[in-house]
């Protein structure tokens, strides 16, 4: 049974960073294509990146503006966001995502908080 792990959230300053990871077990991770989410207080869930499972293709939402960047290290079986010069705006919870057969398997998240 895949299963993910996030890591890494915390609170922050306005314009710090922070990484996240996302730890997959229970599948041959470079077989799968990643993605992260995020989740802010009454706001819907939300695309933010993805990578391909060679790690060739990256794409992250065009809103961040070049801020969040999502790499991976398929012999460590995880993947990374990288995350700069955050916003009060990008406080949330934030979800590694992948697909089994199908099916969307998601993280328990990690909780981001940034201050003014």
């Known amino acids: 049974q895949v299963h993910l792990v996030e890591s890494g959230g915390g609170s922050v300053q306005s314009g710090g960073s922070l990484t996240l990871s996302c730890k997959a077990s229970?599948?041959?991770?470079?077989?799968?294509?990643m993605g992260w989410y995020r989740q802010a207080p009454e706001k819907e869930r939300e695309w933010v990146g993805s990578i391909s499972n060679t790690g060739n293709d990256v794409n992250s939402a065009p809103s961040l503006k070049g801020r969040f960047t999502v790499s991976r290290n398929n012999s460590k079986n995880t993947a990374y966001l990288q995350m700069n010069s955050l916003t009060p705006e990008d406080t949330a919870v934030y979800y590694c995502m992948t697909r089994v057969r199908g099916e969307r398997i998601w993280g328990q998240g990690t909780l981001v908080t940034v201050s003014s």
């Open positions: 229970g599948t041959i991770f470079n077989i799968h294509n």
